[in-house]
């Protein structure tokens, strides 16, 4: 199975800040990579597909970048309701594979 | 509006079985894959099953596999997922989600979730 592991697990920031959020795939999946949010108490919701493109709906302060092994999640000016666990998930070889999440709180 | 709506978990002994609904509205549901995934008790999350659109083809994480079964009805609009020598570790929110296209992934919309517990 490809493992997936992201970076931070947490980390703490103030509204306005920019925020990134690694994840790194164990082997190559080329672009095809998902990030989630979760807010706490909430179902998951998608937020960006094949590593940059964004889910309909979704504000352009997030995005999404990288290909092959390493991705990136950019928020570019934090907002209160950011404040959630993102995850990442490959989908290029079976099983689907999550990452262990990322807890952005507030500073 | 899409909407998906699971329903059917509860509290079960270990050795015991469950069927969970995923009831889906707002859009052309037999043209769609389906899958599961469960999140345990502060834990993240954790792929089940998928199906697709027409129920010819089903896949299973090796944890569940022989144990649990997918299936839909188009014709309901709903997808099962049996769950059978249920154990502790089954213990989760298990979540219906929709793709992006007709194809088996992305992953698009989520259900809310329901939750099943084993335990004696």
């Known amino acids: 199975d490809i493992q997936m592991t992201q970076s931070p697990s947490s980390l703490s920031a103030s509204a306005g800040d920019r925020v990134t959020i690694t994840c790194r795939a164990s082997?190559?999946?080329?672009?095809?990579l998902t990030w989630i949010q979760q807010k706490p108490g909430k179902a998951p919701k998608s937020l960006i597909y094949?590593?940059?493109n964004l889910q309909s709906g979704v504000p352009s302060r997030f995005s999404g970048s990288g290909s092959g092994t390493e991705f990136t999640l950019t928020i570019s000016s934090l907002q209160p309701e950011d404040f959630a666990t993102y995850y990442c998930?490959?989908?290029?070889?079976?099983?689907?594979?999550f990452g262990g999440g990322t807890k952005v709180e507030i500073k | 509006e899409v909407q998906l709506v699971e329903s059917g978990g509860g509290l079960v002994q270990p050795g015991g079985s469950l069927r969970l609904s995923c009831s889906a509205s707002?859009?052309?549901?037999?043209?769609?894959?389906v899958h599961w995934v469960r999140q345990a008790p502060g834990k993240g999350l954790e792929y089940v099953s998928s199906?697709?659109?027409?129920?010819?083809?089903?896949y299973y994480a090796d944890s569940v596999r022989g144990r649990f079964t997918i299936s839909r009805d188009n014709s309901k609009n709903t997808v099962w997922l049996q769950m059978t020598s249920l154990r502790a570790e089954d213990t989760a929110v298990y979540y219906c989600?929709?793709?992006?296209?007709?194809?088996?992934?992305?992953?698009?919309?989520w259900g809310q979730g329901t939750l099943v517990t084993v335990s004696s």
């Open positions: 998930q490959q989908y290029n070889s079976f099983p689907p594979t």
């Open positions: 199906i697709n659109h027409n129920g010819y083809t089903t």
């Open positions: 989600v929709k793709v992006s296209n007709s194809g088996w992934w992305p992953l698009d919309y």
């Open positions: 082997q190559g999946i080329s672009n095809y």
């Open positions: 707002g859009f052309t549901f037999s043209s769609f894959p």
């Open positions: 094949a590593a940059s």
